[in-house]
């Protein structure tokens, strides 16, 4: 078995293959890592065949869907889960072959419905049922204590005590534990008592995951993130720089349009000297008039620099070819106290 372990924060993910027929699954990716995850794959000389979530996950942004777009092969998930787009729903004691390894299916219940560990070999991956000294939470969407408590005494913790935990979050660096270790010192697990463990499942008053709003809208319907949407826009875009535009502008550069697409007000209260107001909110509708000839060069400017990416973007799948984005924004170009002019221009 090759065992690739990426960590992004505190999610961890996993790459397993079997280093006779190379074909691999990929456990829990997160969106930001897919050029990561592929590389380790070239390198160990795997090929990708399966994308598992072993849950619907509330903190993270899987790439499950991205990345089945991308390579042409199946999400696979626990068969309840809400996710749309998944290809392959898969049963308590299912499995699915990677060449010779067998990867079997555990329904564990308790920090979502639709949790699953996965066995494979010596090893099992507990996606958030199991954490190095902790468990997955259970006061999240389709979380419940005592379901959580039947996976883990009734189940889990029945795997011989000398197989490999690997987790889905670990906040600490470390990378696995073993079943016995987990039973002798986890201390959640010392709690053996049912209702017990589910007192203290319910008294832990954790806070929220950030961005646990926007992870479960994409998680559960496939669709994008606004970072995602962001840095999609970004990769399609050039960009020029603040010192770069304040040197053009000094130089009266004529060929240059600079486009500022915040509100009215906001421009009004100081842009960059020379450029034109163009709401993002408008732009689609106005552009006609506003911007005739496509062969001009123009550069997209905001407040963060983000709706100006966006707009660019825009721009250039309309068919304005030469239409750059400002690196930054007008709250940086004020911090470097460049040139601003305010009202409206002539
Ligand atoms: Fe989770």
Same mark, same amino acid.
């Not at 996950?57 to 869907?65: E, G, I, L, V």
């Given at each position: 078995?090759? @065992?690739?372990?990426?960590?992004?924060?505190?999610?961890?993910?996993?790459?397993?293959?079997?280093?006779?027929?190379?074909?691999?699954?990929?456990?829990?990716? /997160?969106?930001?890592?897919i050029d990561h995850y592929l590389a380790l794959a070239a390198r160990d000389g795997l090929?990708?065949?399966?994308?598992?979530? #072993?849950?619907?996950?509330? !903190?993270?942004?899987?790439?499950?869907?991205?990345?089945?777009?991308?390579?042409?092969?199946?999400?696979?998930?626990?068969?309840?889960?809400?996710?749309?787009?998944?290809?392959?729903?898969?049963? !308590? $004691?299912?499995?699915?072959?990677?060449?010779?390894?067998?990867?079997?299916?555990?329904?564990?219940?308790?920090? *979502?419905? =639709?949790?699953?560990?996965?066995?494979?070999? =010596?090893?099992?991956? *507990? $996606?958030?049922?199991?954490?190095?000294?902790? *468990?997955?939470? #259970?006061?999240?969407?389709?979380?419940?204590?005592?379901?959580?408590? !039947?996976? @883990?005494?009734?189940?889990?913790?029945?795997?011989?005590?000398? +197989?490999?935990?690997f987790p889905a979050h670990d906040y600490k660096g470390r990378q696995s534990s073993t079943?016995? !270790?987990?039973?002798?010192?986890?201390?959640?697990?010392?709690?053996?008592?049912?209702?017990?463990?589910?007192?203290?499942?319910?008294?832990?008053?954790?806070?929220?995951?950030?961005? +646990?709003? /926007?992870?479960?809208?994409?998680?559960?319907?496939?669709?994008?993130?606004?970072?995602?949407?962001?840095?999609?826009?970004a990769s399609r875009v050039p960009f020029m720089s603040l010192p770069e535009l304040k040197?053009?502008? /000094?130089?009266?550069?004529?060929?240059?349009? +600079?486009?500022?697409?915040? /509100?009215?007000?906001? &421009? %009004?209260?100081?842009?960059?000297?020379?450029?034109? @107001? @163009?709401?993002?909110?408008?732009?689609?509708?106005?552009?006609?008039? %506003?911007?005739?000839?496509?062969?001009?060069?123009?550069?997209?400017?905001?407040?963060?620099?983000?709706?100006? *990416?966006?707009?660019?973007?825009?721009?250039?799948?309309?068919?304005?070819?030469?239409?750059?984005?400002?690196?930054?924004?007008?709250?940086?170009?004020?911090?470097?106290? &460049?040139?601003?002019?305010?009202?409206? %221009?002539?």
């Amino acid at each position: 078995m090759i @065992l690739e372990q990426i960590a992004t924060g505190g999610c961890q993910s996993y790459l397993v293959g079997c280093s006779d027929s190379s074909s691999a699954a990929l456990i829990d990716p /997160e969106i930001s890592q897919i050029d990561h995850y592929l590389a380790l794959a070239a390198r160990d000389g795997l090929r990708i065949r399966y994308l598992i979530d #072993t849950h619907t996950h509330a !903190d993270h942004f899987s790439a499950t869907r991205q990345l089945a777009r991308q390579l042409a092969v199946p999400v696979l998930m626990y068969r309840t889960s809400a996710a749309p787009f998944v290809d392959m729903r898969i049963g !308590d $004691g299912e499995m699915v072959m990677l060449g010779r390894l067998r990867l079997q299916v555990m329904h564990t219940p308790g920090h *979502t419905s =639709d949790s699953m560990c996965l066995r494979i070999e =010596d090893s099992v991956f *507990t $996606g958030d049922t199991l954490l190095i000294g902790g *468990t997955g939470r #259970t006061d999240l969407p389709s979380g419940d204590p005592e379901a959580l408590y !039947d996976s @883990l005494f009734q189940r889990l913790l029945k795997l011989e005590p000398k +197989v490999r935990v690997f987790p889905a979050h670990d906040y600490k660096g470390r990378q696995s534990s073993t079943i016995g !270790d987990e039973i002798a010192s986890n201390p959640r697990l010392q709690k053996r008592d049912r209702a017990a463990f589910v007192d203290m499942m319910r008294e832990l008053n954790l806070s929220m995951p950030r961005h +646990v709003t /926007e992870a479960l809208r994409t998680n559960m319907s496939g669709g994008k993130s606004v970072a995602q949407l962001l840095a999609e826009a970004a990769s399609r875009v050039p960009f020029m720089s603040l010192p770069e535009l304040k040197a053009r502008v /000094e130089a009266a550069d004529e060929d240059l349009i +600079v486009l500022d697409v915040r /509100e009215r007000e906001a &421009y %009004e209260s100081g842009h960059v000297p020379g450029a034109r @107001l @163009l709401p993002r909110g408008q732009l689609e509708l106005r552009v006609n008039q %506003e911007l005739p000839d496509p062969t001009r060069r123009i550069l997209t400017c905001c407040e963060l620099g983000q709706v100006s *990416t966006l707009a660019a973007a825009t721009l250039r799948e309309m068919g304005f070819p030469h239409v750059v984005a400002l690196d930054g924004g007008m709250k940086a170009w004020r911090v470097a106290a &460049y040139p601003l002019n305010s009202g409206a %221009e002539p």
